[in-house]
């Protein structure tokens, strides 16, 4: 069972993540919690050049190669392998980002996207895709208050991730038996009670106990 998170900044994803993953392996699942760009020692190092602030003159296209590239080694080294192993895993963004920044955000086209990302990932797609959403400025906000640091993509103006939402929203249209749209403008626990009760409804009684 393969599961994204995506959404924009400050959305929460990555606490969400954490105790959804403590939640399954109570259940008894084997569990793997992993991220983009980034999850291996060579995604690692693409994740470094790719939201180092000093990168100002990247080109989309390079960017979505990068991002592109770090999900091709993630693929091979660690999801495949692991779901061939029966585990669970739960991805901190995977593919729909690229479609939501480097697509409906810096423009370049959809469909040329969507082949080079059936090259990277050999065609595989998530079982479920969690959208959490969030209005942009709260988001951002949210970031800035929380200290941490912030990356190239940050750093982009405000009307850029209106576009990123709104191809979020869009990607879960056309394909909405994979998402779920959970609103994350909420308290950490009504979130994940969220979260646990589609888990619950989906992939439990998949996992052996
Ligand atoms: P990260 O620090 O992991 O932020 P977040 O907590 O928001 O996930 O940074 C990931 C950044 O990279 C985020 O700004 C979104 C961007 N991104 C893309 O633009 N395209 C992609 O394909 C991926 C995976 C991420």
């Not at 983009?36 to 180092?52: A, F, M, N, V, Y």
């Not at 895993?89 to 082949?115: E, I, K, N, P």
């Amino acid at each position: 069972m393969f599961i994204s998170f995506e959404g924009p900044e400050g959305s929460g994803k990555t606490s969400q993540i954490r105790l959804l993953a403590a939640f399954l392996r109570e259940q008894g699942c084997g569990v793997t919690v992993t991220r983009e760009p980034g999850g291996t020692r060579i995604g690692d190092q693409i994740r470094t050049c790719l939201h180092d602030v000093a990168n100002q003159e990247m080109v989309p296209t390079a960017e979505f190669l990068l991002y592109s590239a770090s999900r091709a080694q993630l693929v091979g080294e660690l999801i495949r392998p692991t779901l061939a192993a029966g585990g669970v895993v739960l991805c901190d963004r995977y593919a729909d980002s690229s479609l939501a920044y480097q697509g409906y955000g810096r423009g370049l086209d959809l469909q040329d996207l969507l082949t080079i990302t059936a090259i990277a990932t050999g065609g595989l797609k998530p079982d479920l895709t969690f959208l959490l959403d969030l209005d942009v400025e709260r988001g951002l906000a949210r970031r800035r208050l929380g200290g941490e640091e912030m990356n190239r993509l940050d750093l982009e103006s405000v009307r850029f991730h209106e576009r990123v939402r709104a191809g979020y929203h869009a990607l879960a249209a056309q394909e909405p038996h994979r998402w779920r749209l959970v609103n994350a403008d909420r308290p950490v626990e009504e979130v994940q009670a969220d979260l646990q009760q589609v888990v619950n409804d989906t992939i439990l009684s998949r996992c052996p106990k």
